[in-house]
């Protein structure tokens, strides 16, 4: 049975959606019974800090992944604006 991750609070990412769920690959369809927590881990840090790694074909949040796509520069202004708020 595939797992699945939640945030706490809301993260500004393409693989984070509005009800803080976490659109993982790894987690959702590649998901085996024998992943240890240095899989789930590694996979999870690729997933949201390498750029060839994002999700942006079937993201959680659509209107970051476009403005992600579309206006990076406007992209990480609004996530620091994000991280201020913290």
Same mark, same amino acid.
């Given at each position: 049975? $595939?797992? &699945?991750?939640?945030?706490?609070? @809301?993260?500004?990412? $393409? ?5 803080? &769920?976490?659109?993982? #690959? *790894? =987690? #959702?369809? +590649?998901?085996? *019974? &024998? !992943? ?8 999870? @840090? /690729?997933?949201?800090?390498?750029? +060839? #790694?994002?999700? =942006?074909? %079937?993201? %959680?949040?659509?209107?970051? *992944?476009?403005? @992600?796509?579309?206006?990076? &520069? /406007? !992209?990480?202004? /609004?996530?620091? #604006? %994000?991280?201020?708020?913290?």
């Amino acid at each position: 049975m $595939p797992k &699945s991750i939640n945030c706490e609070e @809301y993260v500004f990412h $393409p693989n984070i959606g509005n009800d803080f &769920s976490v659109s993982d #690959k *790894a =987690l #959702k369809e +590649d998901w085996n *019974a &024998s !992943f240890d927590l240095y899989k789930v881990l590694t996979n999870f @840090y /690729e997933n949201f800090f390498e750029k +060839d #790694k994002l999700n =942006l074909e %079937s993201p %959680s949040n659509n209107d970051v *992944a476009q403005l @992600y796509k579309n206006n990076i &520069s /406007e !992209f990480f202004k /609004e996530l620091e #604006k %994000s991280l201020k708020y913290k």
